[in-house]
């Protein structure tokens, strides 16, 4: 699920702003589609606008607020208004999905009113009410007009409850003063009276905002002629909604007919007792004649449709055309436990099999269309209920009263079939790129409005302010964008870019002129993004970065003072699981607490920075204190590589953030000693609060239906919607359900950092770490235990006791992630040997090896440390290559590998890639024949490796070391054909080739080779 909301305010008004698609109805239009609108939502949460997206600067100079604070949907997501279940028995859903084996006036009996009597019980009464008002709310619900029993205190209860999850309700005592069908069920007409008064009096005394006292007699049938006229002049003096049932089942007509001989209708019945008003919604209508429903809109009446229970208790069909004809106001109910389903979905799909089935009968009938029944359960219920003022659609003036859908959200109810469409162009487009072959021509035609990924680091050349601004026109819905080294890319053309793609989740601009400005201009309209690359921009000064965590010269407290900062009553997480992402958001003015002096709360949720080789800064520990605001202003951040990472984390472990004044003092940014002290503040808080609120609801609920992540008004519940009492805080969002827009104050629970119980220190959920010092490996063991990639640079001047020092200091600092580290890059331009300690210290756990720098000889231990890590998947060795030359003897070489053949294989190895650098050499010192040895390949041919690249598919150990490989890189080598084919030979599973600039293979060569192994493809240039 995915669901975070950023901070967002102005001095004057304090604004929730989202940015994304919205999907509503209008009463002319069924379906209408907001694509990349701007809706705001005032601190009383009612909506203040709703523009267009593109024009956020226009929009947020007028309302005054921040734009770097807006929420942004990702292209997976879309608002809809929150579902109106306009008739269920909450009473009854002890029992929903059993018993539904007897027509309605028999299930009654047997069933209904025995359950009912039940609930002078309170504790039972509770129990039962507290899993409906969540149940319903997980499956969308923000709107229900309840029927309760005839218990008044267990009515009342039903209030509380509803009040205290934040969903608006109508809730109605029921009022029955005779009963042929269960006589120990009813009250005396005088007592049913007085309790309703006393139930009326008593919810309207409690004031709460969202829920209200409906008049109930629960139908013609179990009401006398006394108590239908004096329970209309009830509501009548107070203005309340009157709730009941009619012509549900033909028996139960029948019966209404003889009760009341009089009546010319059951309608008549309901108007001659006076409860026909424009705010009664009656339930079921399947036999109501045309006369009948004249009646209903002459009154202003409203019909509620309960296509699941007509169905499930054999009851009858309800023509909802004709009705709608007719200028009825209709909306959809779940009629729980006639209902087997509390889920408003079932009701819409219910709806729509019922004007099937009627088609059946009668082929003219025209099916209500999908839209239609959208409009239904959404707008068309909020008019049955005489609330379309307040709820049903995203019109400014009304509550923000709506549900974030995320239709990819991981495990959910949804299984996307993507469109092979734009994969295939993004296909096409890397592959144009990485064979030179893509010119400006192709690339406007490739660039195409379903695009979501583009990278055209191969190809630089490309990469113009206009191709720029045509990305912008085109992909606002671009999800990944990789301009890496784009130098004509300026820093204008990339603002202008940027700011109309605010689904971007991983943005490369690496070696590109990225300024200041450009960062602006992410931390403001790139609110989603999760990656973000801006090493080798020498136009950036560490500080530049500082917007990214929410610190700027910007006022922070202008981004940060919002009356949903707190989101202890503004937002409530009721996801009934993981799958769907829907957010109910109806704000309360009641929420009042602000985000810490640190702006961090508005911070982009990054999980990966990258920003190393950028400009130095106006100070010499600019870089330093930086990466440590950056690391305590980031709670998502799981990647990193900075410029002074070293003394960040030293200066965190130890608290010692006098350096690092003079900057935050510069840019305007709270001290660090202030961002450090709240951020343990808040989180050792909320970590406690969880565990107890864990530890007070157990295991979650089994995940059976659609379940949506709601966000409500009123509502401190605890876990996921799980029960909780009214004082407790609102359950906090999963890493995975963190959306786009920003980090939330509580979201931080996830975030960067875990306080212990008592202690200062702080443990940060970084993963990977990136330009690391062996000096430094202890203290980040002791922020960031959970490491699992590592890069580290060691320095060949490093430490005092010569060679040896440099391994055992590194075997030191790496052992303290023994077992659990899977990546490691050591850099290093001493010798291979140096680093054979702390390679067999963690290698038995590496998955992937990076050998930066290092120099090799014919006789470097490159065996012994590949014998150190038997489980790598991708091995790169970037080496100096060795001063000596190559075997001259190859009888004698020969006789070396016939004892070496069998010393090693890597079964698990996928990728592999070797280069050397000879930039200070004109011929190659070394050849294919020196790596014999540590691979026991059978070739006879020189062979200078200037890259090697390899990529194996998974399979059973084949009988050579290389022979899972798949395809096989040997561009910029002296290889020979013949060396070639041996390889290919020998290698069955082999895909393809690269033999680019090999300068001893001919065009003939490639061509005779295809004729001879057809399954291979050899690229040669």
């Known amino acids: 699920m995915a669901a975070s909301e950023a901070c967002s305010s102005s001095a004057a008004t304090n604004f929730k702003v989202f940015r994304g698609t919205f999907v509503h109805s209008t009463q002319e239009d069924a379906l209408v589609i907001l694509e990349d609108a ?53 009473a009854q859903y002890s029992f929903a999905g059993t018993a539904l084996d007897l027509p309605l006036l028999d299930w009654l009996q047997t069933y209904t009113f025995p359950v009912e009597s039940r609930y002078s019980d309170l504790e039972f009464a509770r129990e039962v009410y507290t899993h409906v008002v969540k149940r319903t709310l997980r499956n969308g619900t923000t709107t229900a007009c309840y029927f309760a029993t005839i218990h008044t205190d267990a009515s009342l209860l039903l209030g509380e409850i509803a009040n205290d999850f934040g969903q608006r309700a109508l809730v109605g005592k029921v009022c029955m003063d005779r009963n042929g069908l269960h006589e120990h069920y009813k009250e005396e007409t005088q007592e049913s009276l007085d309790e309703t008064s006393r139930f009326i009096s008593e919810l309207i005394k409690r004031k709460y905002p969202l829920v209200k006292p409906v008049v109930t007699p629960r139908f013609s049938v179990s009401c006398t002629s006394e108590l239908m006229l004096k329970l209309a ?87 909802v055309r004709n009705v709608l004809s007719h200028k009825v106001k209709l909306g959809l109910g779940t009629d729980v436990a006639g209902g087997y389903s509390p889920s408003m979905l079932d009701a819409v799909r219910r709806t729509r099999d019922t004007s099937k089935a009627l088609t059946i009968q009668d082929p003219a009938h025209q099916t209500l269309t999908w839209e239609e029944t959208f409009r239904l359960a959404t707008l068309g219920g909020s008019q049955a209920l005489s609330m379309d003022d307040q709820t049903g659609n995203f019109v400014v003036g009304k509550d923000f009263d709506a549900l974030r859908v995320n239709v990819a959200a991981p495990d959910g109810p949804i299984d996307l079939v993507q469109d092979d469409g734009p994969k295939l162009v993004e296909e096409l487009t890397a592959l144009l790129c990485s064979r030179k072959q893509l010119s400006h021509a192709v690339l406007h035609l490739l660039v195409v409005p379903q695009l979501r990924g583009l990278s055209l680091a191969a190809c630089l050349g490309l990469v113009t302010p206009r191709v720029c601004s045509i990305i912008a026109a085109r992909c606002q819905h671009m999800s990944r964008l990789d301009l890496s080294g784009a130098q004509q890319a300026s820093p204008q053309a990339q603002g202008d870019m940027l700011r109309s793609m605010p689904s971007l989740l991983s943005l490369s601009l690496a070696g590109t002129p990225c300024d200041r400005g450009v960062i602006r201009t992410i931390d403001r309209h790139c609110r989603a993004l999760r990656h973000l690359d801006v090493s080798h921009c020498h136009l950036l000064s560490p500080a530049d970065l500082l917007p990214l965590g929410g610190g700027s010269s910007l006022d922070s407290a202008a981004r940060c003072t919002d009356s949903f900062a707190g989101r202890d009553s503004s937002m409530r997480h009721r996801g009934d699981s993981p799958s769907s992402a829907v957010t109910r958001c109806r704000h309360s003015s009641s929420s009042s607490s602000s985000c810490c002096s640190s702006s961090s709360f508005c911070a982009l949720p990054l999980r990966s920075l990258l920003a190393t080789d950028i400009g130095l800064g106006e100070e010499e520990g600019e870089p330093a204190a930086t990466a440590a605001y950056l690391l305590l202003s980031l709670p998502l951040l799981e990647s990193v590589a900075l410029e002074g990472l070293d003394w960040a984390l030293g200066a965190i472990h130890r608290r010692e953030f006098d350096p690092a004044e003079g900057l935050t003092r510069r840019e305007g940014v709270p001290r660090l000693e202030e961002v450090w002290r709240e951020r343990q503040k808040k989180h050792w808080t909320d970590r406690k609060k969880e565990n107890e609120e864990a530890g007070a609801e157990g295991s979650r609920e089994e995940r059976e239906e659609e379940s949506w992540e709601v966000h409500g008004t009123q509502s401190p519940d605890g876990d996921e919607g799980e029960a909780s009492g009214g004082d407790e805080e609102p359950d906090l969002l999963a890493e995975e359900e963190v959306g786009a827009g920003g980090i939330g104050e509580q979201d931080m629970l996830w975030g960067a950092m875990v306080v212990g119980p008592g202690d200062d220190s702080l443990t940060l959920r970084l993963r990977e770490i990136q330009a690391m010092s062996p000096a430094s490996l202890e203290v980040a063991f002791r922020l960031c235990p959970h490491i699992q990639s590592l890069a580290v640079t060691v320095d060949s001047a490093e430490g005092t006791g010569g060679r040896r020092d440099h391994g055992w200091t590194l075997a030191a600092g790496l052992g303290n992630w023994s077992g659990q580290l899977r990546s490691l890059t050591l850099r290093h331009t001493g010798p291979l040997g140096d680093l054979l300690t702390p390679l067999r210290e963690m290698g038995s756990t590496l998955v992937s090896l990076t050998l930066e720098g290092v120099r090799t000889s014919p006789h470097c231990p490159l065996l012994e440390v590949l014998q150190a890590c038997p489980r790598l998947k991708a091995l790169v060795v970037s080496a100096q290559p060795p001063t000596s030359p190559p075997y001259e003897d190859e009888e004698e070489e020969e006789e070396e590998l016939g004892g070496a053949r069998d010393l090693l294989s890597l079964p698990h190895l996928c990728s592999l890639t070797l280069s050397f650098d000879y930039e200070q050499q004109t011929k190659p010192a070394m050849s294919w024949r020196a790596l014999q040895r540590t691979w026991s390949l059978h070739c006879h041919q020189h062979l200078q490796p200037g890259a090697v690249a390899a990529s194996t598919p998974p399979s059973t150990p084949p009988s050579m070391p290389l022979g899972r490989v798949t395809h096989l890189g040997l561009a910029r080598s002296d290889v020979t054909m013949a060396t070639v084919m041996r390889l290919v030979e020998g290698c069955r599973p082999m895909k393809s080739v690269d033999l680019s600039c090999c300068w001893e293979v001919s065009r003939q060569d490639v061509l005779n080779s295809l004729l001879k192994c057809p399954r291979v493809t050899f690229d040669w240039l």
């Open 38 to 90: 701007l809706l705001g939502v005032d601190s009383t949460g009612k909506i203040s606008f709703v523009e267009k997206g593109p024009e956020l600067e226009k929009v947020s100079a007028k309302f005054g607020f921040n734009p770097s604070a807006v929420t942004q949907l990702s292209p997976q997501e879309f608002f809809m208004p929150g579902l109106v279940d306009t008739h269920i028995h909450a």
């Open 233 to 319: 002049e009830v509501a009548r003096n107070n203005n309340l909604h009157i709730q009941s049932h009619i012509s549900e089942n033909q028996d139960e007509v029948k019966l209404v007919q003889e009760l009341f001989p009089e009546s010319e209708s059951y309608t008549d019945v309901y108007r001659k007792h006076n409860l026909l008003t424009s705010k009664t919604i009656m339930a079921h209508g399947c036999y109501l004649s045309d006369e009948e429903l004249k009646i209903f809109h002459q009154t202003g009446s409203s019909l509620a449709h309960c296509p699941n229970s007509n169905l499930s208790l054999c009851s009858g069909l309800l023509d």
